[in-house]
Nanobody, 123 residues
């Protein structure tokens, strides 16, 4: 069974930075994609960023382009999300996700979810 474990969430001020990590175990992810979604209270879970495991091709939601960077460490089976210039609206629970599909990365395409890590941005 594939397991995804997030870490790195916390409380930061607007304009600050935070790095999230997601460690994967239980499967070889060479041909998979992994990424991040987030969900704030009362909102649906929304796409943030994704990376193809082998090619390192990345995609981002418009709301985070230029501020967030996703990367991966193949040797550690770990994906990172570097979040800079954080805004109040970035406050959410961030979920690591993975799938092996060719369709657009979407919450309905995800095969594996992490447990979530809270990111709170304060003013």
């Amino acid at each position: 069974q594939v397991q995804l474990v997030e870490s790195g969430g916390g409380l930061v001020q607007t304009g600050g930075s935070l790095r999230l990590s997601c460690a994967a175990s239980g499967r070889t992810f060479s041909r998979w994609r992994m990424g991040w979604f987030r969900q704030a209270p009362g909102n649906e879970r929304e796409f943030v960023a994704a990376i193809r495991w082998s090619s390192a091709t990345t995609t981002y939601a418009d709301s985070v382009k230029g501020r967030f960077t996703i990367s991966r460490d193949n040797a550690k089976n770990t994906v990172y999300l570097q979040m800079n210039s954080l805004k109040l609206e970035d406050t959410a629970v961030y979920y690591c996700a993975a799938d092996s599909k060719m369709t657009p990365f979407h919450r309905d395409s995800v095969e594996y979810w992490g447990q979530g890590t809270q990111v709170t941005v304060s003013s």
